[in-house]
């Protein structure tokens, strides 16, 4: 496998409610992109974090922030949820900055809005 | 902002039959990824193209890149019935992301 790690792999938060996702990056790898995946759609990117900074955004509101650790693992929160946020939340680390290589995907987060 | 566009939507073929899609995008690409999610799965990585006029092949997978570096290809020769899911092909931004197409869904009919 990829060696992405996400939790938790389901759950279930009603409107309004805030929700953190946590992400272990594949062990090397400095650079974090996170991405909402809505049913039939393709991933749309959030965020990346490069060195435990935000290193370039999305279409998403500031209500999605996230944080990287010194050890590269990071996490997604969610204020005010909507019920548009249902969606699969997938991290996935890479080597170096920049998409010169390949994106390795966890498993995802499957988020629903009630 | 930049996107690539992927047709088709949807593909259903019968099992040993092509199948190809094709990304497009309006302005120059520094590079084009591929990737493949299995239905329930995560998106996988298969493969990045750089060249002008670039062409990989890994079995029955057949890349292109296009010679202005704005559209892509990738065809499956006899399609088998573990082809099934989603292609995403992706395009790194100016400022060094990854920004996935829309998709086109394959399905294999036995």
């Known amino acids: 496998e990829t060696g992405v790690t996400q939790s938790p792999t389901h759950l279930i938060k009603t409107r309004g409610q805030q929700v953190t996702l946590r992400c272990s990056s594949q062990?090397?790898?400095?650079?974090v992109s996170w991405y909402q995946q809505a049913l039939g759609q393709g991933p749309q990117f959030i965020f990346q974090y490069y060195r435990e900074e935000e290193n370039g955004r999305g279409n998403f509101p500031p209500r999605f922030s996230g944080l990287q650790f010194p050890n590269y693992s990071s996490e997604l929160n969610v204020n005010a949820l909507e019920l548009d946020d249902s969606a699969l939340y997938l991290c996935?680390?890479?080597?170096?900055?920049?998409?010169?290589?390949?994106?390795?995907f966890g498993e995802g987060s499957r988020l629903t809005v009630l | 902002g930049q996107q690539v566009m992927q047709i088709p939507q949807y593909q259903h073929v019968q099992e040993g039959e092509d199948f190809t899609t094709y990304c497009n995008s309006s302005t120059t690409l520094s590079n084009i990824q591929w990737y493949k999610q299995r239905p329930g799965g995560h998106p996988v990585f298969l493969i990045q193209?750089?060249?002008?006029?670039e062409v990989k092949k890994q079995k029955r997978l057949t890349f292109q890149f296009g010679e202005a570096k704005k559209n892509s290809s990738l065809h499956i020769t006899a399609t088998q019935t573990t082809d099934v899911g989603t292609y995403f092909c992706?395009?790194?931004?100016?400022?060094?992301?990854?920004?996935f197409g829309p998709g086109t869904s394959l399905s294999v009919i036995p």
């Open positions: 062990s090397g790898h400095n650079t």
């Open positions: 992706a395009q790194t931004t100016s400022y060094d992301k990854v920004i």
């Open positions: 193209l750089v060249k002008s006029g």
């Open positions: 996935a680390s890479s080597l170096e900055q920049g998409a010169i290589g390949e994106l390795f």
